[in-house]
Structure formats: structure tokens, C-alpha cells
């Protein structure tokens, strides 16, 4: 088995987890992997090889330099606020990525480590994502990038760019399974205790996330009360009377909150419910429709195609995570 070399590269202010998150993920992989040599080396590389401080102000020592380090199979550059705000961080950054781009397997991005690849000019008319509370900033400082700021993490040929911060943690899972098949990504997961594979395309925020974030005080405790019961009763009367209200004065404060009836909204996050059970273990289509509430297994169907675009079938056939 041929050693993969990965370069991670480092630098003041980078976010600890969106560096150490890849690193720990390869590691596990050469851990399960087992074999003479390891599956991944991988190596920290810095401006001048000198050690930088994280956010969290953790010091990393780096491995090598920009300039003395060997050929790399993958480069990941994490996020970190000085990317965004510091022309002297980013500025040697940029030029090392430019320096390898012609003869690196795998370039990548975790996070806002896209700023180190707009100043470059590497993703000029190429689809990449990066964390939601940067993207209108990317968009507007790097306009020929093709923003997809809905998925986890995007691939456009070489290129690769995750979301905010544990989205590198799923696409170093995605790269782990494309090197070195599916089973071996699926173990590492369980190590890492990440027992759901969340697909690329999927939005970086689920219903209930969602949920959570507009929630008026009088709906946070509704929202987690509903959450644990999916298969129960949830219509107008049940969440009326659960906070205090009468069903039309709930009906008329829910929709100018979250902008859908609640019937609708109670459709939505059973069937994100739906989703992720259908990723986990297996389950048939019928047991995970009467888990999630739904009165009818035909009826979940036709709602899970109509929402998501396919049948719930060829939803798990795409993006579940099969042991082979």
C-alpha cells in the first residue's frame, strides 16, 4: 500500500479543530487500515516551518516549511480568522498553493481556508462551499468562485472545499472512502463516534437546526418537545395547548415566525427525521415512515420524493454508507 502524504497547512489563528479534525481522521485510518506501511503521512507545514498558535491559542509545531516540504499527494488548508483579515498570513499561503496546484492529486479547503484559495486564483469559475456566515463576504471578495453555500462540502475536479469547521471532519471521511473504499471510511467513523454519514450535498443546516434558530422563547421548549415526538400528536390542538395558546392565535404566530403552517413544518422535520434514520442502521422504508409519525408508508413516500426529489429508495441506494 502506497503512502499518501498529506499537507496541512498552518499558520497564526488557524481554527484548531478545522486542522486537527482531518489529521485525527487519517490517523484513525492508518490505524484501522493496519498493513507494513501507513496508509497516510501526514504533515503540518507552515510559512518558514515556524510554530503557530491557534484561536484557542494552542501552540503547533510544524513539521516543515513551504519551501523545503516534499511532494504532497493532498493539501488541506484549514480555516482561521487571519485568512479572512491578515494580507501577510494569507499572502504566503496563497503563493504555496499556487507553487503545487499543477501537481498535487487533491487540493483542499476546510472552513473559510477558501480565502487562502480565492487569493490565489485557483477556484476562478469553479463551484466550492465554505461556512454560511462567510459566504456572502467569499462572494463578494472572490466573485468568479461559483458559491454553493447549501452543501457540506463540494468537489469540482481536484478541488475540494467543507463547510463550517466538523464539515472538514466529513469530507476528510469522503476522502478516506475514495482512496481506500467505503468500509474503511465507515470504520474510522465509528471511531470517531460519527455514526451517521452525512452526504456532500446535504444543507449544512437541518430542519430542527432551523427550528431552534428562529424559535420565539414560547416555541424553544415546543421545538425539542416535538423533536422527541415525532410519533405522537402534533397537530394544531396538541402544540396549542402544550404552550398556552388557542389553536388559531398558535396557528397565526407560527407561520409569521417560521413562515409555514405548522402541519407543514411538522411534515418537514419528521421527514429530516426520516432522512437521517434512513442513513443509519437498516431499517425498512415502512418501519422508518411509522417511527417518524407518518400514518401511511405510501404517504411518506410521496412526501420524502416531493421534499428531497427522490424516493426514500434511491435516497439511502446514494448516500447511505454500506459496510462491503
Not at 479534525?21 to 507545514?45: E, H, K, M
Not at 496546484?101 to 490565489?120: D, K, N, P
Amino acid at each position: 500500500m502506497r503512502t499518501l502524504t498529506i499537507g496541512l497547512v498552518g499558520f497564526d489563528q488557524v481554527m484548531a479543530l478545522d486542522l486537527a479534525g482531518p489529521a485525527d481522521t487519517f490517523q484513525l485510518a492508518n490505524d484501522s487500515l493496519g498493513g507494513d506501511s501507513p496508509a497516510y503521512r501526514a504533515l503540518v507545514i507552515s510559512a518558514g516551518g515556524r510554530s503557530f498558535a491557534t484561536e484557542s491559542r494552542l501552540r503547533i509545531a510544524a513539521d516543515t516549511s513551504f519551501d523545503d516540504a516534499p511532494e504532497l499527494d493532498t493539501i488541506i488548508v484549514p480555516g482561521g480568522a487571519s485568512l479572512r483579515l491578515d494580507p501577510e498570513v494569507v499572502a504566503p499561503v496563497a503563493s504555496f498553493l499556487r507553487s503545487r496546484a499543477g501537481r498535487t492529486r487533491r487540493m483542499v479547503s476546510v472552513c473559510t481556508g477558501i480565502y487562502a484559495y480565492g487569493a490565489a486564483g485557483l477556484l476562478n469559475g469553479k463551484q466550492a462551499t465554505t461556512h454560511w456566515n462567510h459566504s456572502q463576504d467569499v462572494a463578494r471578495r472572490f466573485p468568479e468562485v461559483r458559491l454553493d453555500c447549501d452543501s457540506l462540502y463540494v468537489r469540482d475536479g481536484n478541488y475540494y472545499s467543507s463547510a463550517g469547521i466538523t464539515a472538514g471532519i466529513d469530507l476528510a471521511l469522503a476522502l478516506v472512502a475514495e482512496d481506500f473504499g467505503e468500509r474503511a471510511a465507515l470504520r474510522v467513523a465509528r471511531q470517531l463516534v460519527v455514526y451517521l454519514k452525512r452526504a456532500g450535498g446535504q444543507a449544512q443546516f437541518s430542519e430542527p437546526l432551523q427550528f431552534q434558530m428562529r424559535a420565539l422563547d414560547r416555541f424553544q421548549d415546543l421545538s425539542q418537545w416535538m423533536l422527541g415526538h415525532l410519533d405522537g400528536d402534533l397537530s394544531v390542538e396538541a402544540l396549542a395547548e402544550r404552550v398556552g395558546l388557542g389553536p388559531r392565535h398558535f396557528s397565526r404566530e407560527f407561520r409569521a415566525t417560521f413562515g409555514l403552517p405548522p402541519a407543514a413544518y411538522v411534515e418537514r422535520l419528521r421527514l429530516d427525521e426520516a432522512r437521517r434514520r434512513l442513513l443509519g442502521q437498516v431499517r425498512s422504508i415502512d418501519s422508518v415512515a411509522r417511527a417518524v409519525g407518518f400514518a401511511s408508508a405510501d404517504g411518506f413516500r410521496r412526501a420524502f420524493a416531493r421534499t428531497f426529489g427522490l424516493p426514500p429508495q434511491e435516497f439511502r441506494r446514494r448516500f447511505q454508507m454500506r459496510a462491503q
